[in-house]
């Protein structure tokens, strides 16, 4: 059972670029959401969805973009990248009328 | 999702018991204590979490204050491994996630 996988694991942008954060989950959560830890912080949230179709923005959501068009899938899309977004991002799975999140590894990604 | 209080760090000893205390003097009747610890260049994993009643499991315990405003996390015999930021969350743990702080990063002396 993988859980949650997020690639890549590590990614160098320049300014400018634009590019997609893959998050798949093999538990058939209903629930995912996108967070970004910045040095030394706790996590923000980005962006959450529901169930497929279904999305809505947290905390922190300029400059990315989510869809969900099936249960697995939660991509992550910088539109433009920009060095503030130089972060480490988590993408999570929480199972409908569960109280439990479970997050990737990560992907570690630098904007020059 | 209400605030809690950490310290930023605490140490113990390889093979003793633990205690991480966390404040949440603002909880609302409905919100859940959760803990999630995170190792170094890892994803946050999941501890414990509980409402009002004490909770144990196989990572650890969860002490909840009576008045639900403290709470405290117990790792019963530390090992190496268990050195990681533990963070305390309050608020429901549903989609809209869980608000992330500092949390406290306990370091384990062999």
């Known amino acids: 059972n993988a859980g949650v996988t997020q690639t890549p694991k590590f990614q160098v942008l320049k300014t400018g670029q634009s590019m997609t954060l893959q998050c798949a989950q093999d538990m058939n959560h209903e629930y995912m959401s996108w967070y970004r830890q910045d040095p030394g912080m706790g996590l923000r949230l980005i962006h959450y969805s529901v169930g497929a179709g279904i999305t809505d923005q947290g905390e922190v959501p300029n400059g990315y973009n989510v869809s969900r068009s099936t249960t697995e899938d939660f991509p992550l899309r910088l539109l433009s990248a920009a060095p503030s977004q130089t972060s480490v991002y988590f993408c999570a799975s929480i199972g409908q009328g569960q109280n439990i999140q479970y997050f990737g590894a990560g992907t570690r990604l630098s904007v020059l | 999702d209400a605030k809690t209080t950490q310290p930023n760090s605490m140490e113990s000893n390889e093979e003793e018991p633990v205690h991480l205390p966390c404040n949440h003097s603002t909880i609302s009747g409905t919100d859940y204590i959760h803990w999630y610890r995170q190792l170094p260049s890892q994803g946050p994993e999941y501890v414990i979490h509980?409402?009002?009643s004490n909770v144990n499991n196989r990572m650890a315990s969860l002490a909840i204050a009576e008045d639900r405003k403290s709470s405290t996390l117990i790792l019963h015999r530390a090992t190496l491994r268990d050195a990681a930021v533990y963070y305390c969350?309050?608020?429901?743990?549903?989609?809209?996630?869980?608000?992330f702080g500092k949390g406290t990063h306990l370091i384990i002396q062999p």
């Open positions: 969350i309050v608020g429901r743990g549903g989609a809209d996630g869980l608000t």
């Open positions: 509980g409402l009002t």
